[in-house]
């Protein structure tokens, strides 16, 4: 009999390039980079799936690589004109969730340089939705905050469709573990029902620019 695993696609490998870390340079787990950029303030790093392409960039600076994807070299001039390149001065947000529900954190760069500009967690207990709702709530609050005008990514339709009818459907059960985090719901969304911003809501192309700029690289 032929195991389920046997039908799996195997995980691709993942190479890593710090660029503002304890010790910047060229690493080949995720574990070796979390350890250079973990307590870092501001660190710079990627993930890249080609090795020779990684240690390239890893000599290279982080401006020509952040937002940038293996899978652009691949682009027809048709895709180019069609789908574009992200805006560089803009807020990228993501979040991350170690099982779903798990613990949770988000965070928002900035996309031109990758950059962290805010980041919450970790939380005991949540999921990829709430994150990426909240993280993408803290971004418009963030940049009107700053005055700024500048675009917001978010990778999530759930995330998007949720700030815009300012309501969070999810079939998480408060408790004691996520107490926290709900209160944290129920700020972003009186904030969205208080307050009006003129920052467009961009969904986030994975499938053209590679991974989001905040994504935290554990895929």
């Not at 999921?127 to 990514?153: C, R, W």
Request: net charge positive; glycine share 8%.
């Amino acid at each position: 009999m032929v195991s389920k695993a046997f039908f799996m696609k195997k995980k691709q490998k993942k190479y890593y390039v710090v660029w503002k870390g304890k010790n910047p340079g060229f690493y080949e787990t995720w574990d070796e980079c979390k350890q250079q950029i973990e307590g870092f303030p501001e660190p710079v790093y990627k993930s890249f799936k080609n090795k020779e392409l990684a240690l390239k960039a890893s000599t290279d600076g982080w401006e020509y690589y952040i937002g940038f994807d293996e899978r652009k070299l691949n682009f027809s001039a048709e895709d180019r004109k069609r789908i574009g390149d992200p805006i560089v001065e803009s807020l990228a947000v993501d979040a991350a969730c170690k099982g779903n529900p798990g613990i949770l954190e988000y965070r928002g760069v900035h996309t031109g340089s990758g950059r962290e500009k805010f980041r919450q967690g970790p939380f005991p207990e949540g999921t990829v939705n709430i994150g990426e709702f909240l993280a993408l709530v803290h971004g418009l609050a963030y940049l009107k905050q700053k005055q700024s005008k500048v675009p917001v990514y978010s990778d999530s339709r759930t995330a998007i469709s949720w700030v815009k009818k300012k309501r969070v459907k999810t079939k998480l059960q408060r408790n004691y573990k996520n107490e926290k985090l709900f209160k944290l719901v129920e700020r972003a969304l009186y904030w969205l029902h208080n307050n009006s911003f003129d920052n467009k809501i961009i969904k986030w192309e994975t499938e053209y620019w590679g991974e989001i700029p905040a994504d935290f690289g554990r895929k």
